[in-house]
């Protein structure tokens, strides 16, 4: 007779705890940025609602504001860093292929030997940390989860890029997670499009840098396309998160999307029909286009400005390069 295998442990649901955050020292004004780009302050905030944006010093690794975003955020959620039995940062800015940022972080805050991983899903890559955290603690696979988003885009970014350039900023955002009675994350919705793989991403491959075939790779993008994508096909996405989460856009407290650029934002919310009752994430105006990081770090600042939000529904939505998407609806720490 074979033998039965012993079942693992499982939790109810799961809930974000805590959150912490990390941005770059330095805040660069548009002014900055406008002369290799033949641009102008007035251009990029209408086109964009950035004003300025943080970068990190050239001695900063978005490991080490990854680092900084997770102490926070399990401080913040009152537990032993032992208790953390996963790690996951979701980047596409680690300068190293390997070891995993997540490996490095997860022992800076203390939590070997917990699994660790890095996912690359760009702009969405928070948004599925959190469903695969949910999944896992439901699963019994850990009790505790740390999740980040962490980016220094600086790293990557051409100055002379009209693009994309002026819209990024360096940051990371964490969230704890934790087992719940009671449900604190949805069903998520996610997905990608790889046929739109040309349309946001690196320029060249590190092999061609190596060969001399290329300059250092950076980050380019068709805007227009992209905006029409984030617009009409992401806000199905989050209309159909909405459906599975069994809520309506008037039961939210708030709304954090990927701060893609201010323009993005304002269209979204007035395809969603949110009520004026809506908090709306904005960390894009003074912090950027973070990618990963931008979701947590919004939600974290909303958090700050509005602590009375806590314990309402939020809509968390990522969309990137890839292309890449995910969705899905927390109860806020």
């Known amino acids: 007779m074979t033998p039965v295998l012993t079942e693992a442990p ?6 974000i705890l805590a959150m912490g955050a990390a941005r770059g020292e330095n805040p660069v004004p548009n002014d900055a940025l406008v002369g290799p780009i033949d641009s102008s302050d007035e251009w990029i905030r209408q086109r964009t609602g950035i004003v300025t944006r943080t970068r990190a010093d ?5 490991t080490d504001l990854a ?3 997770a102490k926070e955020a399990v401080e913040k959620a009152g537990i032993d860093p032992s208790q953390i039995g996963l790690v996951i940062c979701a980047t596409i800015s680690n300068v190293q292929q390997t070891p995993s940022m997540s490996a490095v972080v997860a ?23 959190i469903a695969q955290a949910d999944a896992l603690i439901r699963t019994g696979a850990t009790t505790y989860a740390v999740v980040v988003g962490a980016e220094k885009l600086s790293d990557i970014v051409d100055p002379t890029d009209r ?12 969230a704890v997670l934790g087992p719940s009675e009671t449900p604190g994350v949805s069903a998520s919705q996610w997905g990608s499009d790889g046929s739109k793989a040309a349309l946001v991403g690196m320029n060249a491959t590190l092999t061609e840098f190596r060969d001399g075939e290329a300059e250092w790779p950076t980050l380019r993008q068709e805007g227009p396309s992209v905006f029409r994508w984030a617009v009409w096909d992401m806000v199905k996405v989050a209309k159909k998160a909405l459906d599975d989460a069994g ?17 993005i934002i304002d269209e979204f919310a007035k395809q969603l029909g949110l009520p004026e009752s809506v908090a709306i994430g904005r960390d894009v105006e003074t912090t950027g286009n973070t990618s990963a990081a931008s979701i947590p770090l919004a939600t974290h600042r909303l958090l700050q400005e509005r ?3 806590s314990g309402g529904l939020s ?19």
Do not use: M, W
Not at 10 to 15: K, N
Not at 107 to 129: E, F, H, S, V
């Open 307 to 309: 602590p009375e939000l």
């Open 107 to 129: 022992d800076a805050i203390g939590a070997t030997p917990a699994a660790a991983y890095d996912t690359n899903a760009a702009c969405a890559g928070y948004c599925y940390g």
């Open 247 to 263: 809520v309506r856009a008037e039961d939210l407290a708030a709304f954090v999307p990927h701060q893609a650029n201010g323009r």
């Open 58 to 62: 050239k001695t900063t690794s978005a």
């Open 67 to 69: 680092i900084a975003a």
């Open 163 to 174: 693009s994309i350039s002026f819209l990024l900023g360096d940051g990371a955002g964490a």
């Open 315 to 333: 809509l968390q939505i990522g969309f990137g390069a890839g292309l890449v998407y995910a969705a899905q609806v927390v109860v806020l720490p």
């Open 10 to 15: 499982t939790h109810a649901h799961s809930r």
